[in-house]
């Protein structure tokens, strides 16, 4: 019929669009970590005596940073968020996975609150001809970051620990298509915009995390009611 759907073209797009999603959350994820090394490379340089060098290299880190790694970083968070929220994995139903949702939180954050600003404020100081190093917090959290990063990688191969306690006996089924095409397109339109704009912009990532959250709730709402439907008929 013409209305027909093939459910086995339904299965491919499914699996395709998946993969996307992951390709995207790896690569973005690896871009992070790689970034956060050259920070930390470039931010060491600048620890150095020599003044010029230490401008030029803190100059440098300051490009990558609002550039680079802040386009990386958004893209690693944001495609993670919604492939837990379209998977049966979830976001607290293991604890590895509980332990990378927190710790991307974290590091997201305090790269936005403490490690940009204190790169600007670093940067500014060199321009001027303070002759004081690149502050050591900041060559240790770039550290931290890229070691975070990497651990990270090292949960979602060997996927450690049991389940959570709080975590339901069902699994949540997989998210339809239209999820996971969200997953790809949100963050590389983010990009996009940003590049655009001049600074990173994740306005449609976020708008896809929340409707990924509101379909998933909806999604564990019924199918809780499903059983007692069909236990009162």
């Given amino acids: 019929m013409c209305g027909s759907r093939d459910p086995g073209n339904l299965d491919d797009m499914l699996k395709g669009w998946g993969h996307a999603a992951v390709w995207l959350h790896i690569i973005s994820s690896v871009a992070w970590m790689a970034e956060a090394l050259t920070l930390f490379t470039l931010m060491a340089v600048g620890s150095g005596g020599d003044p010029g060098q230490r401008a030029s290299a803190l100059s440098m880190a300051h490009v990558v940073d609002h550039h680079l790694?802040?386009?990386?970083?958004n893209a690693s968070l944001f495609t993670g968020v919604l492939l837990a929220g379209a998977t049966s994995w979830g976001y607290f139903r293991h604890w590895w996975m509980f332990a990378k949702f927190a710790i991307t939180i974290v590091q997201f954050n305090a790269a936005i609150i403490l490690l940009?600003?204190?790169?600007?404020?670093?940067?500014a100081a060199a321009r001027a001809g303070d002759p004081s190093p690149a502050p050591w917090p900041?060559?240790?959290?770039?550290?931290?970051?890229?070691?975070?990063?990497?651990?990270?990688?090292?949960?979602?191969?060997?996927?450690?620990?049991?389940?959570?306690?709080?975590?339901?006996q069902a699994k949540p089924k997989t998210a339809p298509v239209w999820v996971f095409v969200l997953a790809v397109c949100?963050?590389?339109?983010?990009?996009?915009?940003?590049?655009?704009?001049?600074?990173?912009?994740?306005?449609?990532?976020?708008?896809?995390?929340?409707?990924?959250?509101?379909?998933?709730?909806?999604?564990?709402?019924?199918?809780?009611?499903?059983?007692?439907?069909?236990?009162?008929?």
């Fill in 116 to 123: 940009s600003p204190a790169l600007g404020e670093a940067e």
């Fill in 138 to 168: 900041l060559i240790a959290g770039t550290a931290l970051m890229a070691s975070a990063i990497a651990f990270q990688a090292w949960l979602s191969v060997a996927k450690p620990w049991k389940r959570t306690p709080w975590a339901a």
């Fill in 69 to 73: 790694l802040a386009p990386a970083a």
């Fill in 186 to 233: 949100a963050p590389l339109a983010d990009i996009v915009v940003g590049a655009v704009l001049g600074f990173p912009s994740p306005l449609l990532s976020l708008i896809a995390v929340v409707v990924v959250l509101v379909h998933r709730r909806r999604s564990v709402r019924a199918g809780r009611a499903a059983p007692r439907v069909a236990a009162a008929a």
